[in-house]
């Protein structure tokens, strides 16, 4: 017998002690009807062990039935359901709010409406949903409110002297003032006489006065809308929160008691492989109910699949231990030889 045909006929065997081993660790996920509301790994124990905790939230009215127990795999290794805690909690509902406040504004500067703006508002719906909502700065929009028009009155003098006669022909109708046009209003005449040699002369002096009116558009206010937005919360029914704990059954076994190097057979190693994970097995699976502990009768017993896995490891053992201590005789008696 070689060396290579031992090792084909170890091979074959440890596929045929694999295969006839029974499915006790395969994942069933089948009966699964409610989904986690948090999942989280970590580690506890003197070994830290590995653990996964799962936390599910039912109504009243739910059956915890539906939550899966089943054994599956993670990270390369199986957890079967350790324990399952009970309790009963009020629920809160939140959802999220946008609302739009509109207000007046004298001025149209973004810069002084963002400070008559307040940064938070306390909101509550129709339905009972209460919370404080934040300012969104983006969405400030200001719009003008409307217009209004002014009029203010306008008005000039002017002066025409030595006129040959009082006669309001010989004063103009109307005069610039400011770019603006104004209308004669009224005028006062005054006379001053003059010899001019033997003759008499009557001069004439128009004080004339010219008004008008100019209009003007203002805006009378501004419109400016922001939006406001955030979370808010109703709390509503009972609400049952169902924590999962998981424990991994694939934790190395460390063996720390000393050996002895000359005397040591292969049923010495077997009986340490099979030691190992039997005592590393962990507790029975409980259900605790708002502080009471029951056997929980869903979850797959923690201890058979351990001993599955056990008789596996110890009987792949054996079968190397035989093989080791086949192929030293075939040594020895070439040597022999």
Same mark, same amino acid.
């Given at each position: ?83 399952? /805690? ?6 809160? $509902?939140?959802?999220?709010?946008? *609302? %739009? !406040? @509109?207000?007046?504004? &004298? =001025? ?50 002017? /002066? ?6 009082? $006669?309001?022909?010989?004063?103009? *109708? %109307? !005069? @610039?003032?400011?770019? &603006? =046009? ?156």
């Amino acid at each position: 017998m070689t060396k290579r045909r031992i090792s084909m006929l170890l091979c074959a065997a440890v596929l045929m002690l694999c295969m006839a081993s029974p499915p006790a660790l395969a994942a069933d996920r089948s009966a699964a009807c409610y989904y986690p509301i948090e999942v989280e790994s970590y580690t506890a124990g003197d070994f830290d062990q590995p653990r996964v905790r799962k936390v599910y939230q039912l109504s009243l009215s739910d059956d915890p039935a539906g939550i899966p127990t089943e054994d599956f795999e993670e990270y390369g290794m199986t957890f079967h359901l350790m324990e399952m /805690t009970r309790k009963t909690e009020v629920g809160v $509902d939140t959802q999220p709010l946008t *609302k %739009t !406040v @509109t207000t007046d504004s &004298k =001025t149209g500067d973004l810069g002084e409406i963002l400070k008559q703006l307040d940064a938070e508002i306390e909101s509550e719906t129709e339905d009972g949903y209460t919370g404080v909502l934040k300012l969104d700065y983006n969405s400030v929009q200001v719009d003008v409110k409307g217009y209004g028009t002014s009029t203010r009155s306008l008005s000039a003098s002017r /002066t025409y002297p030595n006129l040959s006669d009082a $006669d309001l022909s010989l004063v103009p *109708k %109307t !005069v @610039t003032e400011g770019g &603006k =046009t104004l209308n004669l209003a009224d005028v006062k005449w005054s006379s001053t006489t003059d010899m001019e040699g033997e003759d008499v002369v009557t001069r004439y002096t128009a004080t004339a006065s010219y008004t008008g009116s100019v209009s003007s558009r203002y805006v009378t206010g501004y419109t400016v809308t922001a939006d406001y937005t955030g979370e808010v919360a109703k709390t509503s029914c009972e609400v049952v929160i169902y924590t999962a704990i998981f424990g991994c059954t694939d934790v190395p076994y460390t063996n720390t008691a000393p050996t002895q190097e000359n005397g040591n057979t292969g049923g010495e190693r077997q009986d340490a492989q099979e030691d190992g994970p039997a005592g590393s097995n962990p507790p029975g699976d409980t259900l605790q109910a708002d502080g009471d502990t029951v056997t929980d009768t869903a979850a797959p017993s923690g201890g058979a699949a351990a001993l599955s896995i056990a008789g596996c490891v110890g009987g792949i053992a054996a079968l190397l231990a035989a093989a080791y201590w086949g192929y030293e005789k075939i040594k020895e008696r070439r040597s022999a030889t």
